[in-house]
């Protein structure tokens, strides 16, 4: 059966960028305890020619770019975001009409911070059936739309971007070999963000402050560091994969004492693990494709190395995916 390999990244983040220093003046923080307890430096911020889809555009032909496709010879494009330009049409729709995909179908998907792992999953599916397809698959987000901007809990940590990867077939021994993906929605209420026009009246009674997100960062913490150590090791035990097997680990970028631990416990040396959520902070759904074009651009990777990507986001949603580059 033919492999999904990707041939091209890209990535887009937008120009104006917010330090911690420049937080100090907006919440009671300092760039000391966002540094130590978060590993983030800067995030970048949306402007009004930056919308969700515009910085999906410009990821996905960067991305185009590098693979050398047409925009018209893309079959599918998928974008996942939890920061959607609008409810409907789909992002998706706004990125084809933007690049000219005219021959493409097009829509979102949502599965928070996984949200990259799981379209990319899903693009390997469609692929597989229909090895000459090619798939555009972006995670976008413009998530400083959507912070509550006096929560210092929460405020501190995202940043918006966008990233995009070309998947097609090949009949090489490389590209995706598996995936193992999850979802909890028991603790749904730990990390989410209500509709603009909520219809969920337990929260609009409590302390509802519109579609803003909201976290319990302890308890996400704990979940994100065990479910994605799980998801790695089962995932490399299923292909009978060692973990020093593993030439590099993309993971979601939400906090270094996360990334930390969960290297800790997979016993990865520093060069293995990619970090860049210093620059960028945690752009959610963006985090993975940005860090995978970061990585790819800088020629971190070589044909034939072992890549893991793992994920957790709200949901719960989490996961891991294996491939070979
Ligand atoms: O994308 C996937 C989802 N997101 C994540 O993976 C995020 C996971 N969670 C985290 O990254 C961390 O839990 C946070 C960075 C959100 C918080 O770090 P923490 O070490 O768990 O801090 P904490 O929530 O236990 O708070 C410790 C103290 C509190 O003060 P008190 O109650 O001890 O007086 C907070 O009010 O730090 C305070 N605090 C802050 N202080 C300065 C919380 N945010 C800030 C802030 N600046 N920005």
Not at 59 to 74: C, F, G, N, S, Y
Not at 78 to 99: D, G, R, W, Y
Request: charged content about 25%.
């Amino acid at each position: 059966m033919s492999k999904a390999v990707i041939i091209g990244t890209g990535s887009c983040v937008p120009s104006r960028s917010l330090s911690n220093e420049d937080l100090e003046k907006m919440v009671e923080t300092s760039d000391k305890w966002i540094t130590t307890r978060t590993g983030i430096k800067t995030r970048h911020i949306s402007g009004p020619d930056e919308q969700n889809y515009q910085l999906a555009s410009k990821a996905a032909k960067r991305a185009l770019e590098m693979a050398e496709v047409d925009p018209a010879d893309i079959g599918l494009i998928v974008v996942a975001t939890l920061s959607p330009h609008m409810i409907m049409p789909s992002t998706a729709c706004f990125v084809q009409a933007e690049i000219g995909a005219d021959n493409a179908f097009a829509y979102d998907l949502n599965a928070a911070c996984a949200g990259f792992t799981y379209a990319l999953d899903l693009a390997r599916h469609y692929v597989q059936s229909q090895p000459g397809m090619k798939v555009l698959v972006i995670g976008s987000e413009t998530l400083s739309t959507r912070v509550d901007w006096q929560d210092r809990n929460t405020c501190v940590l995202f940043g918006d971007g966008a990233g995009a990867a070309v998947v097609t077939g090949t009949e090489e021994d490389r590209g995706i070999i598996g995936s193992k993906l999850h979802s909890d929605g028991n603790h749904w209420d730990l990390l989410y963000m209500d509709s603009p026009e909520s219809q969920n009246a337990d929260l609009v009674k409590e302390d509802w402050q519109g579609s803003l997100i909201r976290m319990n960062g302890g308890d996400i913490f704990k979940h994100a560091v065990r479910n994605m150590d799980e998801a790695v090791k089962a995932l490399l035990d299923r292909h009978r994969f060692s973990i020093d097997d593993l030439d590099l680990l993309i993971p979601h970028q939400a906090n270094i004492r996360i990334l930390r631990k969960l290297q800790e416990r997979l016993k990865l040396p520093d060069e293995k693990v990619f970090v860049n959520l210093h620059k960028y902070g945690n752009t959610s759904a963006a985090s993975i494709p940005i860090a995978l074009d970061e990585a790819n651009r800088q020629g971190m990777l070589h044909k034939g190395d072992l890549v893991a990507l793992c994920t957790f986001g709200g949901g719960l949603t989490w996961g891991s995916l294996l491939l070979r580059w």
